[in-house]
């Protein structure tokens, strides 16, 4: 008998209206033969000759036809005791399961239902993590602030957030999503230990949707499956995007729509997809092929790398690294803003970053600080080699904005289809006001005034330092071919950055506050921040 951890998903079954239909879609889709449930209405599936599932008869035609998840306890008493306590519901006592152990229905405090095995002379699973098996699980729901501790407390489990995959897409995002993956106690957790994860259900999604349980099999080709599955009599609800397996929806934004997903060898990336009536613009797809062609070319240290791309597909798409770490942005909010000598850092990390990908023929066009995730070693620019293949395409010509107004420079504001590389360090220059005083350099009561200021008021910079105005304003001078290279930023830098005999390691203690390093180590690790 296979041994499971305390907490670890250990089986999976669902419940149909035609028993020998779903024998016969699940037969054909994974290979699995069937063995009959000693008399009763269910059927074992094996794959190999090894359980693997259940299938079983309804017994009310009106419940949903869905899988569920059995969690392993090693005492089921307890864990029913724990549930109740801490604010789930108890839907079926323990009861036994013949020979195989005792089990149990519940439900999380946001509705979503699982089970309970407290293992006999059966355990569970006799395969996992290989085609036609069990892989992976995750539960949506409303109420994360209620179901992450309730998880936590019951099962043990330490979550690492996932949240925006380091991407916020831009101002305009809707529905964010964020992730968590669990791993079990005694581990550390992370994406190699992780034994399921939550997703949020947001305002995207229709007001009727339950909290649910969202179960994964392996397969060995995901469009060869989907494809099967159709020809099968199934429908695909979330078709993977190129090679990756789509987890979640993390955001929308004015270019369109961002999904966490994942490799098959597990690596965790964010996609961004194009909207459609760009991806029906012929001249976008021109651009935009030039434009990934140029960002995988980027290896800067300081940028999230292009993994993959395919601008020729139905719908365009780019992949990048997953980047756990909070952005700019949100260490600011948290933390107040940075002292002087962090701001330097930044910059010049983000000046290294800058060098690289105008160094590729690109320009950035959105560098604010929801686009820059700060990690032990210092920042990483994100969601580059996109938005300039927007320019020049008719998003222009609809009203929908290439940048951000608080952090854009005066010549984008007035045709973004014609910036330089120059208009990125006027964004820097913002950026790092933003970073040194916790407001951005321009902001109106809405994006038309925020511009006015931009054009005619010239930036706020109250609260900037004086050792830090040379920097910022020789960025955002009006003309841009006044402004510093970064090449020229790095050296006007370096010299603060190493001449004090402090420690040069690079590393967060090294120069950022205490408090933004604890929420990078909270954030990489999926703990609370202190």
Same mark, same amino acid.
């Given at each position: 008998?296979?041994?499971?951890?305390?907490?670890?998903? @250990?089986?999976?079954? =669902?419940?149909?209206?035609?028993?020998?239909?779903?024998? &016969?879609?699940?037969?054909?889709?994974?290979?699995?033969?069937?063995?009959?449930?000693?008399?009763?209405?269910?059927?074992?599936?094996?794959?190999?000759? &090894?359980?693997?599932?259940?299938?079983?008869?309804?017994?009310?035609?009106?419940?949903? +036809?869905?899988?569920?998840?059995?969690?392993? +306890?090693?005492?089921?008493?307890? +864990?029913?005791? !724990?549930?109740?306590?801490?604010?789930?519901?108890?839907?079926?006592?323990?009861?036994?399961?013949?020979?195989?152990?005792? $089990?149990?229905?519940?439900?999380?405090?946001?509705?979503?239902? #699982?089970?309970?095995?407290?293992?006999?002379?059966?355990?569970?699973?006799?395969? *996992?993590?290989?085609?036609?098996?069990? @892989?992976?699980?995750?539960?949506?729901? /409303? *109420?994360?602030?209620?179901?992450?501790?309730?998880?936590?407390?019951?099962?043990?489990?330490?979550?690492?957030?996932?949240?925006?995959?380091?991407?916020?897409?831009?101002?305009?995002?809707?529905?964010?999503?964020?992730? &968590?993956?669990?791993?079990?106690?005694?581990?550390?957790?992370?994406?190699?230990?992780?034994?399921?994860?939550?997703? $949020?259900?947001?305002?995207?999604?229709?007001?009727?949707?339950?909290?649910?349980?969202?179960?994964? #099999?392996?397969?060995?080709?995901?469009?060869?499956?989907?494809?099967?599955?159709?020809?099968?009599?199934?429908?695909?609800? *979330?078709?993977?995007?190129?090679?990756?397996?789509?987890?979640?929806?993390?955001?929308?934004?004015?270019?369109?729509?961002?999904?966490?997903?994942?490799?098959?060898?597990?690596?965790?990336?964010?996609?961004?997809?194009?909207?459609?009536?760009?991806?029906?613009?012929?001249?976008?797809?021109?651009?935009?092929?030039?434009?990934?062609?140029?960002?995988?070319?980027?290896?800067?240290?300081?940028?999230?790398?292009?993994?993959?791309?395919?601008?020729?597909?139905?719908?365009?798409?780019?992949?990048?690294?997953?980047?756990?770490?909070?952005?700019?942005?949100?260490?600011?909010?948290? @933390?107040?803003?940075?002292?002087?000598?962090?701001?330097?850092?930044?910059?010049?990390?983000?000046?290294?970053?800058?060098?690289?990908?105008?160094?590729?023929?690109?320009?950035?066009?959105?560098?604010?600080?929801?686009?820059?995730? $700060?990690?032990?070693?210092?920042?990483?620019?994100?969601?580059?080699?996109?938005?300039?293949? =927007?320019?020049?395409?008719?998003?222009?010509?609809?009203?929908?904005?290439?940048?951000?107004?608080?952090?854009?420079?005066?010549?984008?504001?007035?045709?973004? /289809?014609?910036? +330089?590389?120059?208009?990125?360090?006027?964004?820097?220059?913002?950026?790092?006001?933003?970073?040194?005083?916790?407001?951005?350099?321009?902001?109106?009561?809405?994006?038309?005034?925020?511009?006015?200021?931009?054009?005619?008021?010239?930036?706020?910079?109250?609260?900037?330092?004086?050792?830090? /105005?040379?920097?910022?304003?020789?960025?955002?001078?009006?003309?841009?071919? *006044?402004?510093?290279?970064?090449?020229?930023?790095?050296?006007?830098?370096?010299?603060?950055?190493?001449?004090?005999?402090?420690?040069? !390691?690079?590393?967060?203690?090294?120069?950022?506050?205490?408090?933004?390093?604890?929420?990078?180590?909270?954030?990489?690790?999926?703990?609370?921040?202190?």
């Amino acid at each position: 008998m296979a041994a499971f951890a305390h907490s670890a998903p @250990c089986w999976a079954d =669902v419940q149909l209206s035609d028993l020998e239909a779903g024998k &016969r879609f699940y037969g054909g889709l994974f290979g699995w033969t069937f063995r009959a449930g000693d008399g009763m209405p269910f059927a074992d599936a094996l794959s190999d000759g &090894r359980l693997v599932a259940a299938l079983a008869a309804k017994k009310d035609g009106r419940m949903p +036809t869905a899988w569920g998840v059995y969690f392993s +306890t090693d005492d089921i008493r307890a +864990t029913v005791a !724990s549930i109740r306590e801490h604010g789930g519901q108890i839907i079926t006592d323990p009861v036994r399961a013949g020979r195989a152990g005792i $089990v149990a229905e519940a439900a999380d405090p946001g509705g979503a239902v #699982f089970g309970l095995w407290q293992p006999e002379e059966r355990a569970g699973f006799e395969k *996992q993590n290989d085609p036609g098996s069990f @892989c992976w699980t995750e539960v949506y729901t /409303r *109420q994360p602030d209620r179901v992450d501790p309730f998880y936590e407390k019951v099962f043990g489990f330490h979550g690492t957030d996932l949240d925006e995959a380091g991407h916020e897409v831009s101002d305009d995002t809707e529905a964010l999503v964020d992730f &968590r993956m669990w791993s079990p106690e005694g581990v550390e957790p992370g994406p190699d230990t992780a034994v399921g994860g939550r997703s $949020v259900i947001t305002d995207a999604f229709p007001a009727e949707m339950p909290s649910y349980f969202l179960i994964y #099999f392996a397969v060995a080709d995901c469009d060869a499956a989907a494809e099967l599955a159709v020809q099968l009599g199934g429908r695909v609800a *979330q078709p993977p995007i190129g090679p990756f397996e789509v987890l979640g929806r993390l955001g929308a934004g004015g270019m369109g729509l961002v999904y966490l997903a994942r490799s098959a060898s597990g690596r965790r990336v964010a996609i961004k997809t194009v909207r459609t009536e760009l991806a029906e613009d012929q001249l976008f797809r021109v651009r935009f092929t030039r434009e990934v062609e140029a960002a995988r070319a980027v290896s800067g240290f300081y940028t999230a790398a292009v993994v993959d791309a395919d601008p020729r597909a139905a719908v365009p798409w780019l992949a990048t690294a997953y980047v756990p770490a909070p952005s700019l942005e949100e260490i600011v909010n948290e @933390c107040g803003p940075m002292p002087t000598q962090a701001v330097r850092w930044l910059a010049a990390g983000i000046a290294e970053a800058l060098q690289s990908i105008h160094g590729a023929g690109l320009v950035h066009r959105d560098l604010k600080p929801s686009n820059v995730l $700060v990690v032990e070693d210092g920042p990483r620019v994100i969601d580059f080699g996109i938005a300039s293949g =927007v320019s020049n395409t008719r998003l222009t010509m609809t009203n929908v904005a290439v940048g951000t107004p608080a952090y854009m420079s005066p010549e984008q504001a007035r045709d973004s /289809r014609s910036v +330089t590389g120059a208009s990125d360090i006027f964004s820097l220059g913002s950026t790092l006001v933003f970073a040194a005083t916790g407001h951005a350099p321009f902001h109106g009561a809405n994006p038309v005034e925020t511009v006015f200021m931009l054009l005619r008021e010239g930036p706020d910079l109250e609260g900037l330092p004086d050792d830090l /105005r040379p920097l910022i304003e020789s960025c955002m001078q009006m003309d841009a071919t *006044q402004r510093p290279s970064p090449a020229d930023l790095q050296a006007q830098l370096a010299p603060h950055l190493f001449a004090s005999g402090g420690d040069d !390691s690079g590393t967060a203690s090294a120069w950022l506050p205490s408090r933004a390093t604890a929420m990078i180590e909270a954030r990489r690790g999926g703990r609370p921040a202190p």
